[in-house]
């Protein structure tokens, strides 16, 4: 089973800037597909982003769409999350995980998650 830790997370001010890192272990990492979910107070756990397993596709939700990119780096067993120009409704404790496309759109490849980084974006 594939363990994740997510880094990076930090309070920042609106418009800012952080990257999130996810190093895995234990699993085939360079052949899974990889994604960034994010969960703020109260609400449920949402898709962020995802990316193939070479990293030549991309898939990002609407409310990221042009501010976030996500990359991988296969060598390094790692997956980042470049976030620009954040908004305070960016706030939320990210994790990364592996990732699947559904009819309902992208979700969680398991229920294996890390302990998530938190980011807070102030007015």
């Known amino acids: 089973q594939v363990q994740l830790v997510e880094s990076g997370g930090g309070l920042v001010q609106a418009g800012g800037s952080l990257r999130l890192s996810c190093a895995a272990s234990?699993?085939?990492?360079?052949?899974?597909?990889m994604g960034w979910f994010r969960q703020a107070p109260g609400k449920e756990r949402e898709f962020v982003a995802a990316i193939s397993w070479s990293g030549g596709s991309t898939y990002y939700a609407d409310s990221v769409k042009g501010r976030f990119t996500i990359s991988r780096d296969n060598a390094k067993n790692t997956v980042y999350l470049q976030m620009n120009s954040l908004k305070p409704e960016d706030t939320a404790v990210y994790y990364c995980?592996?990732?699947?496309?559904?009819?309902?759109?992208?979700?969680?490849?398991?229920?294996?998650w890390g302990q998530g980084t938190q980011v807070t974006v102030s007015s």
């Open positions: 234990g699993g085939a990492f360079s052949v899974y597909v």
């Open positions: 995980n592996r990732a699947q496309s559904r009819s309902t759109g992208w979700g969680p490849y398991s229920g294996n």
